[in-house]
């Protein structure tokens, strides 16, 4: 099974503040990984796919990159509805599997 | 516009079975994989299972396999998840998930919350 492995786990930010978040894959993944954002009480939303492809709707602060086993997430510019939880997931091959999340809160 | 809405969900008591389905629309549904993903309380997200569109090839989790059978229901846009001899881990809340392909990701339903206890 692939493995990924997110950090940091927790991450206390400021508004404004760029925020990189890790992804490390167990194997090589090439580039199949994508990236949710899930707010308490909600479903997780999908913001990169193919590691760097932002999804439509998606605001352009946030930004991925990375191929075979080292990914990451950027916000440019941390904004209040960005403080949430975000998990990396790998569609290389099943199982699928997801990074243990990584929650950002405000400072 | 995609709607995912599961239902299902209750208290079981350890042991016991449950059955969830998902509705789908705004979408061809046989058109799409389907999986079952789950996050337990205080835990990060497990994928369960996963069925082509077709239905003739399915996947499951270690955690479930042998327990749980997802099925579905192309003529009624409908997935299911048959969970039997359920423990007091799989305590979580259940999402389905609409496979975009190719690495696309995925679109999510909001859950339906399952709790395993006597």
């Known amino acids: 099974d692939i493995q990924l492995t997110q950090s940091p786990s927790f991450l206390s930010a400021s508004v404004g503040d760029r925020v990189t978040i890790t992804c490390r894959a167990s194997?090589?993944?090439?580039?199949?990984l994508v990236w949710y954002q899930q707010k308490p009480g909600k479903a997780p939303n999908l913001l990169i796919y193919?590691?760097?492809t932002l999804q439509s709707g998606v605001p352009s602060r946030f930004s991925g990159s990375g191929s075979g086993t080292e990914f990451t997430l950027t916000i440019s510019s941390l904004q209040p509805e960005d403080f949430a939880t975000y998990y990396c997931?790998?569609?290389?091959?099943?199982?699928?599997?997801f990074g243990g999340g990584t929650k950002v809160e405000i400072k | 516009e995609v709607q995912l809405v599961e239902s299902g969900g209750g208290l079981v008591q350890p042991g016991g079975s449950l059955r969830l389905s998902c509705a789908a629309s705004?979408?061809?549904?046989?058109?799409?994989?389907m999986n079952w993903v789950r996050r337990a309380p205080g835990k990060g997200l497990e994928w369960v299972s996963y069925?082509?569109?077709?239905?003739?090839?399915?996947y499951y989790a270690d955690s479930v396999k042998g327990r749980f059978t997802i099925s579905r229901d192309n003529a009624k846009s409908s997935l299911y998840l048959q969970m039997n001899s359920l423990r007091d881990e799989d305590t979580a809340i259940y999402y389905c998930a609409r496979d975009l392909g190719y690495g696309s990701g995925w679109d999510w339903g909001q859950g339906t919350l399952v709790t395993v206890s006597s």
């Open positions: 194997q090589g993944i090439s580039s199949y």
């Open positions: 193919a590691a760097s």
């Open positions: 997931q790998q569609l290389n091959s099943y199982p699928l599997t």
């Open positions: 705004g979408f061809t549904f046989s058109s799409y994989g």
């Open positions: 069925i082509r569109s077709g239905g003739d090839t399915k």
